[in-house]
């Protein structure tokens, strides 16, 4: 079973509307995790971290739940420059740090 | 805002042949990674550094690879006899700390891409 799982895609969605990704997760004892955001052939940048109350910023809203091992991602109002991959990621190791990537979730907006 | 930043870009190298590729964390930065992504697939961990040394690796960093940090700023990946399918983009991050609860936070460099023909 992979570490962490996301559906590819792509979504496609109209401006404006709202999108859902869902991550899942193979490590019961994972403790915290992340949005990435990748742009084509760009590094990974990080979105925001999930922590286990979830949590908002602007028009995203990370959530985590840890009985079903899931985590998502929602985007409300999606905008054209929303257009990337979105990259679920576990923390792998609280003492080297390493980071678990998921194959990531490509969103397309149309105007 | 502070940056990781990487040298070459771009690099295309013969079958064989050695590469190093460079990377300068963020100056106040303790722990440092090289991940890898091969076009299409997920981006994968490679190793990570502490304190002058490894402190964690994955299968794919076998033999071939190596990491220095030859002086107090550059952070090198090393690759000795490069083969077709190390052919990808190298990503170098770093990061404050390797704590969890959200404290992770790895700032990512533009990568470089490498071509092995």
């Known amino acids: 079973r992979k570490e962490v799982e996301q559906d590819p895609g792509p979504f496609n969605v109209p401006e404006g509307a709202t999108v859902a990704f869902n991550c899942t997760y193979s490590?019961?004892?994972?403790?915290?995790f992340f949005w990435y955001r990748q742009d084509c052939r760009k590094e990974p940048k990080l979105l925001m971290s999930?922590?286990?109350s979830g949590n908002e910023d602007g028009r995203f809203t990370a959530q985590l739940n840890r009985a079903s091992q899931y985590i998502s991602l929602l985007i409300r109002d999606s905008k054209l420059s929303d257009s990337a991959t979105y990259l679920c990621?576990?923390?792998?190791?609280?003492?080297?740090?390493?980071?678990?990537f998921g194959q990531g979730t490509t969103l397309q907006v149309k105007p | 805002e502070p940056e990781v930043t990487q040298t070459p870009s771009h690099q295309v190298t013969q079958m064989g042949q050695e590469v190093i590729l460079r990377c300068v964390p963020i100056?106040?930065?303790?722990?440092f990674y090289w991940y890898r992504q091969i076009l299409g697939q997920k981006v994968e961990f490679l190793v990570s550094?502490?304190?002058?040394?490894?402190?964690?690796k994955s299968e794919i960093f076998d033999d071939q690879f190596s990491v220095e940090r030859p002086d107090g700023s550059n952070f090198t990946l090393k690759i000795r006899s490069t083969k077709l399918e190390d052919s990808a983009m190298y990503f170098c991050?770093?990061?404050?700390?390797?704590?969890?609860?959200?404290?992770?936070?790895?700032?990512f460099g533009a990568g470089s891409r490498l071509t092995v023909l």
């Open positions: 991050a770093s990061s404050e700390t390797s704590g969890g609860d959200g404290a992770n936070v790895l700032t």
């Open positions: 490590n019961s004892a994972s403790q915290s």
């Open positions: 999930v922590y286990s």
């Open positions: 990621v576990e923390h792998g190791s609280s003492n080297t740090g390493k980071l678990i």
């Open positions: 100056s106040n930065h303790l722990y």
């Open positions: 550094f502490y304190n002058n040394e490894i402190s964690e």
